[in-house]
């Protein structure tokens, strides 16, 4: 085998391809807790990694695919009448850097906002703030680039807390409201205690944890079917 | 703005640079948990995040860098002795992704060792178990490529087991033993408690907690110092 760096010109490491990989893998992962004995009233958790994503609104999907164009489905997502759409965009950090194929999740939402891990912000040397999804008030922006157009979005760049969506019933369940904080507790070889995990209830929601991929590989999600929700 | 994909045709995504910079600033913080009085007997506990890296033994050297050739100090680490070298290689995975500048850590030691957060791992198409450092048994391997030639690893591996560095004194004022696991709590915005926290006694360590990339960012080490090592 040739030596020298020289052998790889025109060889990237391509962190886009790598990522969207790893959006299949960790998207398709199910974790379900069932109960031992068959009989208990505790509902079935399914935890799942969320890749980096954009949710994006009328005006700006106008902007970057075209006036009037539609999101299309790429695959429907645990919770229903949400989905990965087939649409993708570029993000453009403050420093030049990029990151292409960033998935765009359906359906389409009152305001464009992005979810990047804190491994996908530094990279881009962004400082995303720890947001709950819609709570984007002073967060920063970037330039983001479609197919037919860009844009500069002025904010809406967060790094996602950890949240589970439950209905009602399963708050009623817990024993929990909307806003409060439950703990994840993840075995496995590399263990840990998610101690803030917001409780988001909806009637229409599936019992269901939301983390990002730096805290799935931090815990080994890929390792361990231990994981047990905690008032 | 110009807009669609060709406008950046030989503009590429370097995870390798992002990284590079990702330890300076990772590698940089020390998280210093002092007793609040002044006089309690509780050791400063520093947590520092290690980027991926490898150690190398003498025969790997030899073969990458030059026969007799030298780790160079690029800059000192906390537990004395240990240095990052100037020294940098590229791993190649099975799939034909690499990872470049992949700094190594000195002095030399028996064995090669390599170090890599899930991320990583994953990007690479490895699949990295958990491990303490030094137990390499039956671990992936992989083409490793230095400035004066190349080898294949057969081993070594490793997603690094979160652990801590301490001194007996230090061990018996924690009560805990060789071996032992603690937990280590971090509050801050997105608070996690590490459960499986490895004991490592050395008359020369230094307190300090390591954990990995993947750790760090998922636990926003960056954002908070309440940070609490628990027997």
Same mark, same amino acid.
């Given at each position: 085998?040739? /030596?020298?760096?020289?052998? !790889?010109?025109? &060889? &990237?490491?391509? +962190?886009?391809? $790598?990522?969207?990989?790893?959006?299949?893998?960790?998207? #398709? %992962?199910?974790?379900?807790?069932? @109960? #031992?004995?068959?009989?208990? @009233? #505790? @509902?079935?958790?399914?935890?799942?990694?969320? #890749?980096?994503?954009?949710?994006? /609104?009328?005006?700006?999907?106008? *902007?970057l695919f075209g006036k009037g164009s539609e999101l299309t489905v790429y695959k429907d997502l645990y919770q229903v009448g949400n989905f990965a759409a087939n649409e993708k965009v570029t993000i453009i950090g403050p420093r030049?850097?990029?990151? $292409?194929? %960033?998935?765009?999740?359906?359906?389409?939402?009152?305001? $464009?906002?992005?979810?990047?891990? !804190?491994?996908?912000? *530094?990279? %881009?040397?962004?400082?995303?703030?720890?947001?709950?999804?819609g709570n984007i008030a002073d967060t920063p922006g970037a330039i983001i680039m479609g197919p037919k157009g860009s844009l500069e979005l002025k904010q809406g760049i967060i790094r996602a807390a950890i949240h589970v969506h439950m209905n009602p019933a399963e708050a009623a369940l817990f024993g929990v409201k909307q806003g409060d904080l439950m703990k994840l507790k993840v075995g496995g070889?590399?263990? *840990? &205690? !998610?101690?803030?995990?917001?409780?988001? +209830?909806? @009637?229409t929601s599936r019992l269901n944890v939301h983390m990002d991929t730096d805290e799935a590989n931090a815990c080994g999600l890929h390792l361990t079917k231990d994981i047990e929700l905690i008032k």
């Open positions: 085998m040739g /030596c020298g760096g020289s052998v !790889f010109s025109g &060889t &990237t490491q391509g +962190i886009d391809r $790598s990522v969207v990989e790893q959006i299949v893998r960790q998207v #398709a %992962l199910e974790y379900l807790g069932r @109960p #031992a004995n068959g009989v208990s @009233p #505790a @509902p079935e958790l399914t935890v799942l990694a969320s #890749a980096r994503h954009m949710h994006i /609104c009328r005006e700006d999907m106008d *902007i030049s850097r990029l990151i $292409s194929n %960033l998935r765009i999740l359906g359906p389409m939402r009152k305001q $464009s906002q992005i979810e990047l891990a !804190f491994t996908d912000a *530094i990279s %881009l040397g962004i400082d995303a703030p720890v947001r709950l999804s070889p590399a263990g *840990i &205690t !998610f101690d803030k995990v917001h409780v988001r +209830i909806d @009637p």
